[in-house]
């Protein structure tokens, strides 16, 4: 159900204002005439896409603080910095990230920190009235055997992927806790759960990165050294990839129209194996050696497809296909020199 205030109505008439959409933002006007927005995270992949396309769109002022200004660890730091931007909207993209091999290594700082960067942040917002708050999980809170392609409801029906259940425990009570806030306080806050994303602003260092950038980061250094390439696992498992752009308009339609309790997929609804996404990433970097799979090392998941049809629903489409983002992704790789993590 859409939220009351974004009804079409009868007769179709035309839905009221959103301060995602510019030609509808004054009727969410406020403190002192600005829409602001609060993007945790924003020198992130997810929280700079995000910036990027409110940028876009217009009409609204926003706030971000990198991690050495505000360490969202940091309780007061965080109490005090809320109540004095006074955002209207916060969206929560600061998270300690990474891939199997960092989140197996590390699940204290992925539950520790994670816990506190979310905790204090939508107790901030609480504190502060914020009227929307989307907080950003991610598909690993569902099953490791989940039905496919895996559902809302399919949360918390069965056991995790072991890998990265400290990672998923965090994002579980994130999405607990929004509900919370939901029922007790009737906030209008909700929250997302993308696929494997990719794009630009993506992590290539390859001892905390996902499988897509560690792939190409390996592809091209082989490729340039004349060298072949060790992936890990079999190559089998099945995985979705969505665009960072694609995910930053699934938050902008979110925001505007989505008020319900549940959690919401963002995703392609369509998966590849593994050794089909390293021969696409194999072709975009103009590798032309051998690729090894050590199946010494994990799979993770067999497979874990999104059902995107409540996204769909609301009128949200990807418009990125997986050649065209990776050949842009490829390019954004080698224009930052190919290794590091930020331009
Ligand atoms: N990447 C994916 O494939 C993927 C998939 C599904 C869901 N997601 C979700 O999307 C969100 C963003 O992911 P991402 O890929 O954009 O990660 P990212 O590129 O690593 O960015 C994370 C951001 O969090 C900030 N941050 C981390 N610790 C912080 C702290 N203690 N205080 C303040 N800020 C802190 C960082 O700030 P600084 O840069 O200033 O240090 C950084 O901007 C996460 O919630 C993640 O779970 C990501």
Redesign the pocket.
């Given at each position: 159900m859409l939220p009351a205030q974004h009804d079409p109505g009868p007769g179709g008439r035309e839905r009221p204002s959103s301060p995602y959409a510019p030609q509808r933002q004054r009727a969410r006007v406020r403190y002192g005439g600005k829409v602001t927005v609060y993007v945790?995270?924003?020198?992130?992949?997810?929280?700079s896409a995000v910036w990027r396309a409110l940028e876009a769109q217009g009409g609204v002022d926003l706030v971000g603080r990198?991690?050495?200004e505000?360490?969202?660890?940091d309780r007061e730091a965080t109490f005090d910095f809320v109540a004095d931007t006074r955002p209207n909207t916060v969206v929560i993209?600061?998270?300690?990230?990474g891939g199997i091999l960092a989140n197996s290594t590390q699940p204290v700082q992925f539950l520790s920190?994670n816990v506190r960067?979310q905790t204090n942040l939508l107790d901030a917002c609480h504190a502060a009235d914020v009227e929307r708050v989307l907080f950003?999980?991610?598909?690993c809170i569902y099953p490791r055997l989940a039905p496919q392609p895996i559902r809302e409801d399919s949360l918390l029906t069965g056991p995790l992927e072991p890998t990265n259940e400290a990672y998923a425990i965090a994002?579980i009570a994130g999405v607990l806790h929004v509900q919370g806030y939901r029922h007790q306080y009737g906030r209008r806050w909700v929250s997302a759960m993308?696929?494997?994303?990719?794009g630009p602003?993506d992590?290539f260092d390859l001892d905390s990165s996902?499988v897509l950038p560690a792939m190409i980061a390996k592809y091209h250094h082989a490729a340039v050294k004349g060298t072949g390439v060790t992936l890990w696992g079999s190559g089998s498992p099945k995985r979705e990839f969505l665009h960072v752009d694609d995910v930053a308009s699934a938050v902008l339609t979110i925001l505007e129209r989505y008020d319900e309790d549940p959690p919401l997929n963002v995703g392609t609804g369509e998966d590849l194996s593994i050794r089909e996404l390293a021969q696409k990433v194999a072709t975009v970097v103009g590798f032309e050696g051998d690729t090894v799979w050590d199946s010494s090392k994990p799979d993770g998941t067999p497979r874990k497809l999104l059902d995107v049809s409540r996204l769909m629903a609301l009128g949200w489409v990807p418009s990125i296909g997986l050649d065209d983002g990776l050949r842009a992704t490829y390019e954004w790789f080698l224009a930052a020199s190919g290794s590091v993590r930020r331009p």
């Open positions: 945790a995270g924003h020198r992130g992949m997810v929280g990198a991690s050495a505000l360490d969202l660890r993209a600061a998270a300690k990230v920190d960067i950003l999980g991610s598909s994002k993308p696929t494997n994303l990719y602003g992590n996902h």
